[in-house]
């Protein structure tokens, strides 16, 4: 009885590390100003990627270069979207204009062709099925830098 029960746990074990044994890499490209700090969240929804609230991973990265990096490990398999904000005056938020154009630098997964309006998770999700890279081309106010693109 033991024994059954020792096999069930190990089982039990190793599916639940195979099952979320992936990792997200994160590259972030076009860093324009080289201080504050960089906010990156990962979605796995419309609902908490529109409000930009309680993202299911998240990181903050000092800048001191024009290009970062991170990694988000044991991921489950599923359907993602990254959202990056560069608070380049560390006061905790992305600062924005009264219309809600944003202040700051910006980026997201996918391959976004405008910043006009806010993109929706349709637009910049993927999916995760192993280990994966992201880049995400930041974007500037009055910037004319290239879209985002998955890798």
């Known amino acids: 009885m033991i024994k059954i029960f020792l096999n069930l746990a190990i089982i039990l074990c190793f599916g639940t590390t195979y099952a979320q ?3 997200i890499v994160v590259h972030i490209e076009n860093i324009n100003v080289l201080n504050g700090n960089l ?3 990962i979605f796995d929804n419309e609902a908490e990627f529109k409000t930009k609230e309680k993202p299911v991973f998240a990181d903050t990265l000092s800048i001191d270069k ?8 044991n991921i489950p398999d599923g359907i993602y979207a990254v959202a990056v904000y560069h608070d380049e005056n560390s006061d905790g938020k992305l600062n924005a204009l009264k219309l809600g154009i944003p202040n ?4 997201f997964s ?5 910043f006009l309006k806010a993109p929706k998770f ?8 192993n280990d994966t890279t992201i ?7 009055g910037s004319k830098s290239e879209s985002t693109s998955p890798n």
């Open 21 to 23: 044994s992936n990792k």
């Open 39 to 41: 906010m990156i969240a």
């Open 66 to 73: 024009h290009s970062a990096e991170t990694t988000f490990k």
């Open 104 to 107: 700051e630098g910006i980026g």
């Open 110 to 114: 996918g391959q976004i062709k405008s």
């Open 122 to 129: 349709n637009d910049c999700n993927f999916e995760i099925t």
């Open 135 to 141: 880049v995400v081309s930041m974007h500037y106010r």
